[in-house]
């Protein structure tokens, strides 16, 4: 996209000249706010900006530049209305009925924060391995604008979770690299993994999920044993327990108050 911007700005050159700077997800500005004042649409009660044509699955970019041009007139209007189909399906209730978000609850962010995930939180991730579009499949200001009838193939977006769980880095990249939520790199995929399989109650790949509480990271244990716990308790227990004398605090302390949750 960063470069659509460029190509834009290059084309408008060839009739004045000017200084730019393109602006995607990186700019030291808020980019919703940016486009909203620019006339491009006004927030939805799930903190998106909606556009009146486009709804809001749209990408946000724009150039900032020295050329003087007329302000355009931000939009205003309520577009939500008594409308709350987005708080009511919200998974972990990230939405206010007043409008506004709890990032901290949204599962979207949830797959990419590095920070600890409370255990109920990671119920309400269900199967997402990256970024969550709920709230904006079920908003009627997308009902027009979803491609229903697409004819694209989308295998190219499926996880193989058994794969994931033992990639390298570099075979990550080379399979996942081009994807947006690539940046976060592998152990944020292999967490949300984890946290898939246990919530997809994944019998068959108990003995997968229980190698990785060989991992040289404390997350990626932590979160095994969690997965290991809804997937079949009687074995996860007594495998847990066994391992508590090979682990450090930290992630002693993690199992202990795993196990004593589910006794």
């Known amino acids: 996209f960063n470069s659509l911007l460029i190509k834009l700005a290059e084309e408008i050159r060839h009739h004045l000249a000017f200084k730019f700077l393109p602006c995607v997800d990186t700019s030291p500005l808020i980019d ?44 205003e209007k309520d577009i939500c209305g008594t409308c709350s189909i987005c708080v009511k399906s919200c998974p972990n209730r990230a939405i206010s009925e007043r409008g506004g978000i709890d990032p901290k609850r949204c599962v979207s962010y949830l797959t990419q924060t590095k920070n600890y995930i409370p255990t109920d939180y990671r119920e309400k991730m269900g199967r997402q391995i990256y970024g969550c579009d709920i ?10 604008v979803l491609n229903k009838e697409a004819k694209e193939d989308y ?90 004398k090979y682990e450090n605090v930290d992630v002693k302390k993690e199992y202990l108050k795993l196990l004593e949750a589910e006794i």
């Open 32 to 75: 919703k706010e940016v486009c909203r004042l620019a006339g491009l649409g006004n927030y939805g009660k799930n903190s998106l900006l909606i556009n009146d044509d486009k709804g809001s699955f749209i990408y946000l970019g724009y150039l900032l530049t020295d050329i003087e041009t007329e302000a355009d007139i931000p939009i």
């Open 135 to 144: 709230c904006q499949v079920v908003c009627p200001l997308n009902k027009d």
């Open 155 to 244: 295998s190219d977006l499926l996880v193989d979770l058994k794969e994931l769980l033992i990639m390298s880095n570099k075979a990550f990249m080379n399979k996942y690299g081009h994807r947006a939520g690539s940046w976060r790199g592998r152990n944020i995929w292999k967490r949300n993994a984890l946290i898939s399989i246990g919530n997809l109650n994944l019998a068959s790949m108990f003995q997968d999920v229980k190698a990785e509480l060989q991992n040289s990271s404390d997350m990626i244990k932590i979160y095994a044993a969690w997965s290991l716990l809804k997937i079949n308790k009687p074995r996860a227990r007594d495998i847990l327990y066994e391992n508590l």
